[in-house]
C-alpha cells in the first residue's frame, strides 16, 4: 500500500495566518492526490483533487501545489470556520489510502 | 441533490457480525463506484473498501485490515449499499461513511453511522 505522512500532525494558527500543510507519499502518485477538510461530527469534505483543482464552491483561499511524492495544501488566510482536521489521499494505485490528518487549532 | 445516509451501526461483541447499509438518492446508483471509510475514535480516516459500477461488473477490492472479514454489496434495485462486517474486532469500532468515487476522489459522503464492538 502507498503510505501517506503528513506533517505537521497538528498546528496552531490565528485568524488571518497563512497556514501550509505538507503530505509525502511513499511512492509517486503523480497528481492523484486530493485534500478534505473535516470538522467533528460532520461528513469530511473533499477541498482540491487532481493536487490542485478547486472543488466548486470551495474557498479561493484554498489552494494545492505538488507532484510525485510532495503535495502542499495552502490556506492563505485562516478564518474562524477552517478550524479542523485536514487530510491528504491517494487515488494512484487501486488500494486508496489516507494521511494521519493535521488538525489545525485556534491560537 | 445527491444524498447518502447510513443505518445499521450497533453495539456488538468482539467475534460477532453486523451488517450496515447506505440509502443513495438523486444519482444514477447502479453505475457509481461506491465506498465505505471508516474513523475510529482520536484516529483518522482509513478506506475499507468499494464496489465498482455495474458496468465493470460490480468488483470489489478491500483494505488489508479488513480483507476476509468484510463483504461490500449492493442492491441496484433499491440505491443501496451494504456492508456485511464479521469476525468484528475492538479495533472495528468507529464511525463508517459510505461515499462515492466522483473521479478518482470522494463525493459526496454520508453522515456515517457508529459501530461499537466492546464486550
Known amino acids: 500500500d502507498i503510505q501517506l505522512t503528513q506533517s505537521p500532525s497538528s498546528l496552531s494558527a490565528s485568524i488571518g495566518d497563512r497556514v501550509t500543510i505538507s503530505c509525502r507519499t511513499s511512492?509517486?502518485?503523480?497528481?492523484?492526490l486530493n485534500w478534505y477538510q473535516h470538522k467533528p461530527g460532520e461528513a469530511p469534505k473533499v477541498l482540491l483533487y487532481?493536487?490542485?483543482n478547486l472543488q466548486t464552491g470551495v474557498p479561493s483561499r484554498f489552494s494545492g501545489s505538488g507532484s510525485g511524492t510532495d503535495f502542499t495544501l495552502t490556506i492563505s488566510s485562516l478564518q474562524p470556520e477552517d478550524f479542523a482536521t485536514y487530510y491528504c489521499?491517494?487515488?494512484?494505485?487501486?488500494?486508496?489510502?489516507f494521511g494521519q490528518g493535521t488538525k489545525v487549532e485556534i491560537k | 441533490e445527491v444524498q447518502l445516509v447510513e443505518s445499521g451501526g450497533n453495539l456488538v461483541k468482539p467475534g460477532g457480525s453486523l451488517r450496515l447499509s447506505c440509502a443513495a438518492s438523486?444519482?444514477?446508483?447502479?453505475?457509481?463506484?461506491m465506498s465505505w471509510v471508516r474513523q475510529a475514535p482520536g484516529k483518522g480516516l482509513e478506506w475499507v473498501g468499494r464496489i465498482k459500477g455495474k458496468s465493470v461488473g460490480e468488483t470489489t477490492d478491500y483494505a488489508a485490515t479488513v480483507k476476509g472479514r468484510f463483504t461490500i454489496s449492493r442492491d441496484d434495485s433499491n440505491s443501496t449499499l451494504f456492508l456485511q462486517m464479521n469476525s468484528l474486532k475492538t479495533e472495528d469500532t468507529g464511525v463508517y461513511y459510505c461515499?462515492?468515487?466522483?473521479?478518482?476522489?470522494?463525493?459526496?459522503w454520508g453522515q456515517g453511522t457508529l459501530v461499537t464492538v466492546s464486550s
Open positions: 461515499t462515492m468515487e466522483m473521479g478518482r476522489w470522494f463525493d459526496p
Open positions: 489521499q491517494q487515488s494512484h494505485s487501486s488500494l486508496w489510502t
Open positions: 511512492q509517486s502518485v503523480y497528481t492523484y
Open positions: 438523486g444519482f444514477t446508483f447502479n453505475d457509481a463506484w
Open positions: 487532481g493536487s490542485s
